[in-house]
């Protein structure tokens, strides 16, 4: 699934901008065939999450209609046109003309349909689509779930497993688009360094393999060509640069590839993109790029906009991205969810790494078995759709299969993490063996994302209380960790002491490099003390630095993201002030606290 583009050979209309909107809060619309259009309705800008733009949206967790009309272009005259939604929360259905062309679940991630059989050619078509994101236990990520849970800890409104809102809506770009008949249908690149030879490996598909396929690479005017192939006899191609200029967070170079296809001599489709030629590996406990060890300072982010809600927002990347490079950061974490593609181009250019994650956020596994075969082969399509859509992004250095997933008997496991008791035994029970269906369910997952890609390491960011086992097949471990706030609140001294003390007990049973993927403090905008008090700006800057100063003092930590890059809103709970996440080193209209000015200090 290629991302859009435009070329002499390729065409695309961009649909976004103000559609047709009514809520289904009843859910009659099905009856009631909204699908042929829908009447009663009002505007709202696509793309957008519905819970910020009206009154009566703003905790609408269910049923939203959405209609516009297109024509399709005259010149589009072969028979390969497409609709692409970038991504859709939580289940879309969609019609044109009244006729159903398909359904996807799960959102943040694309998903397509051809249109040769649905659309008129000479008059205007109309698209229905019925967006529905009620919270159900075996969906991912998961809600309205009872016991061994996020409900231990938060009697939340609306009733998620994770900690941000529950955004709806068709909340990505939408696209027309049109190809050749002859066309390329995936372009997988990667990249390695042999004896200061980049190797430039490409892998191309097409919709007939009747054609022919050559590459072509360019930078400051040089340029290095493959020969021919035949798509019937092979399709992959190998292209060498002697002496590359390589892709790191100081000089992010890209270069320019394009790939051909010809049929008799004559070129029928092309595609562009641009290319990072870097290595990442792991070695030790270090995780090298281009052969150098890397250390990673940067942030876990989120989509969120009191405007747009998680809707693509792209004068706010640019800022975020903007503010990340200000503050001295090089990397982030898609927590908890892939971000736009977009946001990723960006990401190519400014030198981020980037640890890519899919949605399986609040993952549990007591409950109905059913549900959680459910939730597996969700998994399991979403890292199947994150890799296919990012694998060729040079700032994407790893692949996260989750964020904190719920060990069985979470409860009891937290409660043994307090920092009240500090030998170095008290963290034994993290080598118990935990339900064998639990730990298998996690290696399916990493095993799956190895296959898929194996030229970057494999993840996940994982919980207090989480059993070893677990870690034994990633490649990289990320904990995330909160005592002085979750556990142990103002005792920073103690909370430190069992911080060092985890540490070292999970390298010295793994022998992997480290990352704390999460840590942090509320610190409200304003509220200032002299003593260390919760929810001050002060102890949210002497939490991060008590960290920060830890890190220096473990070779094997190979980075920290700090939780959370700005404010973001969440559900309604009493341990959530204003229904937002205060932990950001900005406010969520990106004003930098005093957490901020000290972070681009240290990391500058």
């Known amino acids: 699934m290629l991302y859009p583009q ?37 505007p709202i800008v696509v793309p957008s999450s519905w819970n910020e733009l009206y009154p009566d949206t703003t905790d609408y967790i269910g049923v939203g209609w959405y209609e516009c009309d297109f024509f399709v272009p005259t010149s ?20 044109i003309n009244g006729n159903l062309i398909g359904t996807h ?61 529950p955004y709806a809506g068709i909340d990505r770009s939408v696209y027309l688009y049109h190809l050749p008949e002859f066309h390329l249908t995936d372009v997988i690149v990667t990249t390695s360094i042999v004896n200061d030879i980049g190797l430039v490996e490409i892998i ?46 100081s000089d992010p170079f890209l270069y320019q590839l394009t790939v051909f296809i010809t049929k008799n001599g004559k070129i029928v489709d092309s595609y562009q993109l641009e290319i990072g030629v870097r290595s990442i590996e792991i ?25 747009t809600g998680r809707g693509q927002n792209l004068p706010q990347t640019i800022k975020d991205h903007n503010l990340l490079k200000w503050i001295g950061a090089n990397s982030y974490r898609t927590a908890h969810y892939p971000y736009s593609e977009e946001d990723l181009f960006l990401a190519d250019k400014h030198g981020f790494l980037v640890v890519d994650e899919i949605p399986a956020v609040g993952l549990f596994f007591d409950g109905k078995e059913k549900d959680i075969e459910t939730r597996l082969d969700i998994c399991r399509k979403q890292i199947s759709e994150l890799i296919n859509r990012d694998r060729n992004h040079p700032s994407v250095i790893m692949w996260s299969i989750a964020n904190e997933p719920f060990p069985p008997d979470l409860l009891n496991r937290m409660q043994r993490m307090q920092p009240q008791e500090t030998s170095d035994n008290i963290f034994n029970f993290l080598s118990e063996p935990v339900d064998p269906n639990a730990t298998k369910f996690m290696n399916t997952l990493l095993t799956d994302a190895k296959k898929l890609d194996n030229t970057r390491p494999v993840t996940f960011a994982a919980v207090h209380g989480t059993p070893i086992e ?49 840590f942090g ?7 200032h003390s002299v003593s260390q008090e919760l929810y001050t700006e002060e102890y949210q800057l002497e939490f991060w630095k008590r960290y920060l100063d830890l890190a220096e003092q473990k070779d094997f930590l190979i980075g920290l993201h700090a939780w959370v890059f700005a404010d973001f809103r969440t559900t309604h709970s009493l341990k959530r002030i204003s229904g937002l996440n205060q932990k950001g080193a900005f406010t969520r209209d990106r004003k930098p606290k005093m957490a901020a000015h000290y972070l681009k200090k240290r990391w500058n």
């Open 6 to 42: 435009q070329n002499n050979y390729r065409d695309i209309n961009i649909l976004d901008g103000i559609w047709k909107f009514k809520l289904d809060p009843e859910n009659i619309g099905l009856k009631g065939n909204w699908h042929n259009g829908i009447n009663n309705s009002r």
């Open 76 to 95: 589009w005259i072969s028979n390969n046109s497409g609709l692409r939604f970038s991504s859709v929360t939580y289940k879309a259905t969609v019609w």
């Open 105 to 165: 679940e799960g959102g943040h991630l694309p998903f397509e349909f051809q249109l040769d059989n649905f659309v008129n050619d000479d008059k205007s078509n109309k698209l229905v689509v019925r967006v529905e994101n009620e919270l159900k236990p075996d969906r991912v990520p998961p809600g309205n779930v009872e016991g061994g849970s996020l409900s231990i800890f938060m009697e939340n409104i609306p009733r998620t497993n994770y900690d941000f809102f």
């Open 204 to 249: 191309v598909k097409s919709n007939n393999d009747e054609t022919n396929c050559y590459a072509l690479i360019s930078s400051d005017g040089d340029s290095i060509k493959s020969s021919s192939i035949s798509l019937k006899e092979q399709n992959n191609i190998t292209l060498k640069i002697n002496n590359p200029k390589l892709w790191s967070c």
């Open 283 to 307: 070695k030790g406990h270090q995780i090298l790029l281009n052969g150098e060890p890397i250390e990673l300072k940067g942030f876990g982010r989120h989509e969120d906009s009191f405007i």
């Open 470 to 518: 677990w870690l034994d097949n990633v490649d990289v471990i990320m904990l995330n960790r909160y005592y002085g706030w979750y556990f142990g609140g103002v005792m920073l001294d103690e909370a430190v002491q069992k911080l060092s003390i985890e540490l070292d007990y999970i390298y010295g049973k793994t022998k992997k490099p480290i990352i704390i993927s999460e």
């Open 521 to 527: 403090a509320e610190g409200m905008t304003g509220s």
